[in-house]
């Protein structure tokens, strides 16, 4: 593998994974929209975790969800699927670690190290689906309330927290696939070195060699 294109993948993966850590606690997943209403005196926003509110004076109020039982099933499952993207994100970064050509991690046997940069591009593949479902997935539900037009509760529009979501998504995906396309795992023209291990059937016939050319001190008539 190209240690330049390991060093990149692995920059886009820890960037992503980065990402998603920041993208997770923002409050800003969605923002109450002000198209229809003709006096807004405060602002709704929400994200994965809790529901906040700011008045013209610039004051903020944040309320928890009291149940996780009661909340609408795209909000659990994103919360699920945000919480994995971290951890696949971990090992990921972990496995290309112990990977790259640059660590001394697992020696210098580059199959083995190629294999496990591999499987920290699977797992960084692995972090940028699940984010990417958990994002679409919540702006799916908010874009369809917005063009709902019976809808009797307060619309929202996109928040910045799902635009990096997004970003880290993609980047994770992208780092993912630098891994996977430029894994080397064997080639015709590669050479795996062997223990030399010496001949049995080498050593007898040197040996018989060597007796018949000791000379004898007997002569030829001594065997008549």
């Known amino acids: 593998m190209n240690a330049i294109v390991e060093a990149f993948a692995f920059f886009l993966g820890f960037l992503g994974w980065l990402m998603v850590g920041i993208a997770l606690p923002n409050r800003y997943w969605k923002v109450s929209t002000v198209e229809g209403n003709v006096i807004t005196t405060s602002t709704i926003y929400e994200n994965l975790w809790m529901s906040c509110a700011t008045d013209s004076t610039g ?3 944040c309320r928890d969800f009291p149940s996780l039982l009661a909340l609408n099933g795209y909000i659990q499952a994103s919360r699920a699927l945000m919480i994995a993207s971290i951890v696949f994100g971990t090992f990921g970064l ?3 670690l112990t990977g790259m050509q640059c660590s001394k991690i697992g020696g ?3 199959i083995l190290k190629g294999r496990i940069a591999a499987i ?3 797992f960084f593949l692995l972090q940028g689906i699940c984010t990417m479902i958990a994002i679409s997935w919540y702006a799916a539900n908010i874009t369809q309330q917005f063009f709902d037009q019976y809808y009797p509760g307060t619309k929202y529009e996109i928040g910045e927290g799902l635009y990096i979501g997004w970003s880290s998504a993609t980047l994770a995906m992208c780092g993912g696939s630098c891994l996977m396309c430029a894994c080397k795992i064997k080639t015709p023209n590669e050479k795996i ?3 030399f291990q010496p001949s049995s ?3 007898v016939l040197t040996t018989t060699a060597t007796s018949h050319s000791v000379p004898s001190n ?4 001594a065997y008549v």
């Open 59 to 61: 004051v903020h109020n």
């Open 120 to 122: 920290g591009g699977v």
């Open 108 to 110: 210098e046997n580059y």
């Open 193 to 195: 070195p062997y223990p």
């Open 218 to 221: 007997y002569g030829r008539n």
């Open 94 to 96: 972990v496995a290309t």
């Open 201 to 203: 059937r080498g050593r």
